[in-house]
């Protein structure tokens, strides 16, 4: 018998899309800031980016619940 996976494979790419997103945003931001980093982290696309990868994998955990 077949087990059906409760997370289909799109929201297994975006959750793993997301981790790294998010680690990257971790590690530059503890990186020391250069005029480049600030112009990546006060980038209002790169906040969007974050929070809609974060809210993707709420969305696919709660799901999945």
Do not use: G
């Amino acid at each position: 018998m077949k087990i059906k996976s409760p997370i289909s494979m799109e929201v297994l790419v975006l959750n793993i899309l997301s981790h790294w997103l998010l680690q990257l945003h971790f590690a530059i931001s503890k990186l020391k800031y250069t005029s480049f980093h600030a112009w990546i982290l006060q980038s209002r696309y790169y906040h969007a980016l974050i929070l809609s990868f974060a809210a993707l994998r709420v969305h696919s955990f709660a799901s999945v619940m």
